[in-house]
């Protein structure tokens, strides 16, 4: 898994195509098997995604400590690699398997 990571955190675009291809496929499950929307999806999606982003940033952060490679006003806890592409690649995953859970949950909760 962390290959395909660094095959679609490698640039930009990857990163972007690849969400996109994520979310599509994710959204698209909501609709045809959870009767959604999809503006629906797409707003529950983004609101999940953004959520989980929040909890995943600060995993494997470790801050600068080679004194060559600090900057003036730079934040002494700022990290060293932030690795925001393979973030947002894992966030994209999680993000659509808690969606689809719960889309699964809403009827049993009669939403």
């Given at each position: 898994m962390?290959?395909?990571m660094q095959v679609f955190g490698r640039s930009t675009p990857a990163t972007l195509g690849a969400m996109t291809v994520l979310v599509a496929a994710f959204v698209a499950v909501g609709v045809s098997l959870f009767k959604l929307t999809v503006a629906g999806g797409v707003a529950l999606y983004f609101v999940i995604w953004w959520t989980l982003l929040f909890a995943i940033?600060?995993?494997r952060n470790q801050a600068e400590t080679r004194p060559e490679h600090i900057v003036p006003g730079q934040d002494p806890?700022?990290?060293a690699r932030p690795r925001l592409r393979e973030k947002a690649i894992w966030t994209t995953l999680l993000a659509g398997v808690v969606f689809l859970g719960?889309?699964?949950v809403f009827p049993l909760a009669g939403l």
């Amino acid at each position: 898994m962390s290959g395909l990571m660094q095959v679609f955190g490698r640039s930009t675009p990857a990163t972007l195509g690849a969400m996109t291809v994520l979310v599509a496929a994710f959204v698209a499950v909501g609709v045809s098997l959870f009767k959604l929307t999809v503006a629906g999806g797409v707003a529950l999606y983004f609101v999940i995604w953004w959520t989980l982003l929040f909890a995943i940033l600060p995993i494997r952060n470790q801050a600068e400590t080679r004194p060559e490679h600090i900057v003036p006003g730079q934040d002494p806890g700022a990290p060293a690699r932030p690795r925001l592409r393979e973030k947002a690649i894992w966030t994209t995953l999680l993000a659509g398997v808690v969606f689809l859970g719960a889309l699964a949950v809403f009827p049993l909760a009669g939403l």
